[in-house]
């Protein structure tokens, strides 16, 4: 068994195990949701029977949580991970954000920070679902005028502190804000440690095989915490080497999948997503680290501009048998894709598109 056919059997993309979208994020622990429209069919695609409507269902419900959290960017999470993943990373992702606020010539007083957040809370609280346009209103309201950057940042602190969620899910792009205490239910404070454990245990049993630098990377947390989330789990993990990359120390849970993978499929993925997300990609930098990030265990850095830019930007990508190898159109009524490795043309991936509309209609 090689280390891309258990990635895919890990990250649910061969043989999925779950049948409900709330299953998959909670298996995955946090899911990046960069792109709204396109998140859907980053869980779709890994459970058992593809749905847009089980998807908005589960979201719309609060099963299913779309905040900024990570890396100060946008995750889904499980309502049952919710409350756990705000302790632990919210921290972290506070200090990111200041040191942007900072970046960018923007301070915000501890009063003008609890005055906004009253008024988004309760802007949220009437109207059940409420967008950035209704934040402007009901601040304008109280004479209150910010531009769209600094009420970006009022936003995120909100929901760094559990106030405000994401609300009902639109077919648009614009993406609504819910009071939190009215849609996930407030579950027992975890001590840290327990929860840096479920973290990791939850990183490594969907990702793997994967390195202690790629964890670093995907978790946002300090390179101390992660090693620490590692050695908690003890003998449940395991280093392995292949002959790809023979310098580097991959870990893997004593229950990982290896059956269920076959050969021949082509996978459109989507933007952002974490299949490769997950992963750091060049040399690391902090002290002590051993090993380069393993994106490039699917994806060659001669091709890495096809997939992403210097900039984080994520592109739609084919996949066949785990190598990316092209990218497609999401948006477009017909499959349009293109290859920059193998022999393939849009016929190959004709199967792949029509499971991907059928998604959005069912």
């Not at 068994?1 to 999925?16: D, E, F, K």
């Not at 995955?28 to 859907?40: D, F, K």
């Not at 459970?47 to 890396?71: Q, V, W």
């Not at 409350?83 to 301070?107: E, F, Q, R, Y």
Request: hydrophobic share 35%; net charge positive; glycine share 6%.
């Amino acid at each position: 068994m090689n280390p891309i056919s258990i990635r895919l059997l890990n990250q649910q993309l061969a043989s999925p195990q779950f049948k409900t979208p709330e299953e998959v994020v909670n298996y995955m622990g946090a899911m990046q949701a960069q792109e709204y429209r396109m998140m859907r069919w980053a869980v779709g695609m890994r459970t058992r029977r593809p749905s847009a409507k089980a998807f908005k269902e589960a979201y719309d419900s609060g099963r299913i949580i779309r905040l900024h959290l990570m890396r100060g960017t946008w995750q889904l999470v499980s309502a049952e991970n919710y409350w756990m993943l705000i302790d632990l990373c919210a921290p972290k992702a506070i200090a990111v954000t200041k040191g942007w606020m900072s970046g960018n010539g923007i301070s915000i007083p501890e009063e003008e920070l609890m005055h906004v957040r009253d008024i988004l809370a309760q802007t949220a609280s009437d109207l059940g679902s409420a967008t950035k346009e209704d934040f402007v209103r009901a601040l304008a309201k109280k004479n209150i005028q910010m531009d769209d950057h600094r009420l970006s940042y009022h936003v995120r602190m909100a929901e760094f502190s559990g106030t405000l969620c994401s609300g009902d899910l639109l077919p648009i792009l614009k993406p609504t804000y819910a009071l939190t205490a009215n849609k996930v239910r407030r579950t027992e404070k975890m001590d840290r440690d327990e929860a840096l454990m479920r973290f990791t245990r939850n990183y490594f049993q969907s990702r793997q095989p994967a390195t202690l630098e790629d964890f670093v990377w995907w978790s946002g947390l300090n390179v101390s915490d992660c090693r620490k989330g590692m050695a908690m789990l003890g003998d449940t993990i395991h280093k392995e080497r292949w002959r790809t990359h023979p310098a580097t120390d991959f870990y893997l849970t004593d229950e990982y999948r290896t059956r269920g993978f076959r050969r021949g499929k082509f996978l459109l993925i989507p933007p952002y997503d974490e299949y490769l997300i997950s992963y750091k990609g060049g040399t690391p930098k902090f002290p002590g680290a051993t090993a380069r990030g393993t994106r490039d265990l699917v994806l060659s850095p001669e091709y890495r501009h096809h997939a992403h830019n210097n900039s984080g930007i994520f592109q739609p990508i084919i996949a066949y048998d785990g190598t990316i190898c092209g990218n497609w159109s999401p948006f477009k009524n017909d499959c349009q894709a293109s290859f920059f490795q193998g022999a393939f043309d849009e016929e190959d991936v004709k199967a792949a598109w029509e499971a991907y509309k059928d998604f959005q209609y069912s």
